[in-house]
């Protein structure tokens, strides 16, 4: 992705190539976005539920087939959120100057709030999915007894 991003940049002279690269850039970002929504649910599984490695992953992508777009959001959220926090640390730095040791400690104090609220909300997430994919298995055994 940033080497699809560089590539953007360099050929912004040439509408052709920078808006190709852009798409893929773009293509990219969301295929990204969406994995991590269900790696890290895998990670809250792996911890809630013991079940580790490919299981893990395995599960998880089965949990989240139909409930995909929150997860997605989510993840959009918080990679945005990580992108503005350091952008605005880079700036805050600039104008500082020195060793910065407030935007030091303000950084990682905000990171480690939204780091918070991320396993919070992937935890979540996780019971939604699960209870989603209970109720449907309810309602297909309840099908399948009022058709025999």
């Keep these: 992705m940033f080497s ?3 590539y953007a940049y360099i050929a912004s002279t040439y509408t052709l190539f920078m808006a190709l690269f ?6 990219l970002l ?3 976005i969406e994995w991590s929504a269900i790696w ?3 990670i809250v599984m792996s911890i809630v539920e013991e079940k580790q490695g490919d299981v ?3 599960v998880s992508s089965y949990l989240s087939r139909g409930n995909r777009k929150p997860g997605f959001l989510f993840v959009l959220v918080f990679f945005v959120w990580t992108v503005v926090l350091r952008l605005s640390c880079l700036y805050l730095r600039s104008l ?3 060793s910065g040791m407030v935007v030091l400690a303000a950084y990682t104090g905000l990171v480690c709030l939204g780091n918070l609220m991320k ?3 992937f935890v979540v997430y996780f ?3 699960k209870k989603r994919v209970q109720e449907k298995n309810c309602v297909a055994e309840e099908s399948n007894i009022a058709i025999a």
């Design 4 to 6: 699809l991003a560089t």
């Design 40 to 42: 890290n649910m895998s």
């Design 30 to 32: 969301a295929k990204f």
């Design 96 to 98: 500082v100057g020195g």
């Design 127 to 129: 019971y939604d999915c």
């Design 22 to 27: 852009v798409v893929h850039f773009v293509a």
């Design 119 to 121: 396993w919070v909300v």
């Design 56 to 58: 893990a992953l395995f």
